[in-house]
């Protein structure tokens, strides 16, 4: 069932210190994600309180939102564009 009033769900860059790419899932002011150390529940993260990282409860690694995007903000979006890997 498809409610039109749901907010779209959009895949967003995950930046990781090795320098590879993964990806996690935008959905309003949450971005969702797995830790690259393989911890089976996804991390979740909040533009609400973006200055504060997640943490992966299982290796301790940190992530946050990177890139406030003026373009993505002028077309209503979410201005988090990319999520990073803080600690190695």
């Known amino acids: 069932m498809i409610v039109s009033n749901s907010q779209p769900q959009e895949t967003i860059p995950l930046q ?3 320098g590879k790419e ?3 899932t935008l959905n309003g002011n ?7 150390c393989g911890y089976r529940l996804p991390l ?3 533009s ?11 290796c301790g690694k940190e ?3 990177l890139g406030e995007n003026e373009e993505r903000i002028e077309q ?7 999520m990073e890997e ?3």
């Open 16 to 18: 990781l210190k090795s």
């Open 22 to 24: 993964s990806a996690a």
């Open 30 to 36: 949450n971005a969702a994600w797995l830790c690259v």
């Open 44 to 46: 979740i993260w909040s």
């Open 48 to 58: 609400i309180n973006s200055k504060i990282p997640t943490i992966c409860d299982e």
């Open 63 to 65: 992530y946050i939102g």
């Open 76 to 82: 209503g979006r979410k201005p988090f564009s990319t």
């Open 86 to 88: 803080t600690t190695s």
